[in-house]
């Protein structure tokens, strides 16, 4: 079951245009969302940062989106 949330999601565009970050999409926005950090924190109201990462990390330099 793929995420309600991959239409708000500022990082879903760009795991669906790059094909290393294919293992990201796959794993959370296809399968397991409800371990997803962004989805977890979406859900409890909080303001998703546009670095968090499926895993709970942080990107350190945010990749430009085309």
Request: hydrophobic share 35%.
């Amino acid at each position: 079951m793929t995420c309600p949330h991959t239409k708000g999601c500022a990082l879903f565009p760009l795991f669906s245009q790059e094909s290393f970050l294919a293992i990201w999409k796959s794993t959370y926005c296809e399968a397991d969302y409800a371990q997803c950090s962004r989805y977890i924190a979406s859900a409890k109201g909080e303001v998703v940062a546009a670095t968090l990462l499926p895993n709970g990390k942080h990107l350190t330099n945010r990749p430009k989106t085309r």
